[in-house]
C-alpha cells in the first residue's frame, strides 16, 4: 500500500480539505491531528486475515468490542481475547519460526 506523506509548515496558508478541517481558535497541529487516520493496528489486521483464511471472517468492531485497548490497539494478551471471541483456542508461544508445527499455521 503506497501513501503520500505531505508535510505543512505553520507558515503555509491551509487549502482544500485542510482549511476546511480548521476551526475558530484551533492551532493547525490541533487540525490535523483531528484529522489523522485511525493508527494502523497489526495484530488486530493479522487476527483479520486469520479469521479469513478459515472462512471464519469477523470485523474489527465484532473482535474490538468492549477490549481495552492501548493506544487504540491490541495488545499480543487483547490479541488472545479477540481470538477467543472468534471462536479460536489461542496461546502466546515463544519459540523460533522454525520449530513450530506447520500444522498451525498461518499464526501471528
Given at each position: 500500500m503506497k501513501q503520500e506523506f505531505r508535510s505543512i509548515q505553520a507558515s503555509?496558508?491551509?487549502?482544500?480539505?485542510?482549511?476546511a478541517m480548521l476551526q475558530p481558535g484551533q492551532s493547525t497541529d490541533e487540525a490535523?491531528?483531528?484529522a489523522a487516520p485511525p493508527a494502523?493496528?497489526?495484530l488486530l489486521r493479522c487476527l483479520i486475515a486469520v479469521t479469513t483464511w478459515?472462512?471464519?471472517p469477523a470485523s474489527e468492531d465484532q473482535l474490538t468490542a468492549g477490549?481495552?485497548?492501548?493506544?487504540?490497539?491490541l495488545?499480543?494478551?487483547?490479541?488472545?481475547?479477540?481470538?477467543?471471541?472468534a471462536g479460536y483456542a489461542a496461546s502466546i508461544v515463544r519459540?523460533?519460526?522454525?520449530?513450530?508445527?506447520?500444522?498451525?499455521?498461518p499464526a501471528i
Amino acid at each position: 500500500m503506497k501513501q503520500e506523506f505531505r508535510s505543512i509548515q505553520a507558515s503555509q496558508p491551509l487549502e482544500g480539505s485542510q482549511a476546511a478541517m480548521l476551526q475558530p481558535g484551533q492551532s493547525t497541529d490541533e487540525a490535523k491531528e483531528a484529522a489523522a487516520p485511525p493508527a494502523y493496528d497489526v495484530l488486530l489486521r493479522c487476527l483479520i486475515a486469520v479469521t479469513t483464511w478459515h472462512d471464519r471472517p469477523a470485523s474489527e468492531d465484532q473482535l474490538t468490542a468492549g477490549l481495552p485497548l492501548q493506544q487504540g490497539n491490541l495488545t499480543p494478551e487483547l490479541t488472545l481475547r479477540a481470538a477467543n471471541r472468534a471462536g479460536y483456542a489461542a496461546s502466546i508461544v515463544r519459540k523460533p519460526l522454525n520449530r513450530l508445527n506447520p500444522l498451525v499455521f498461518p499464526a501471528i
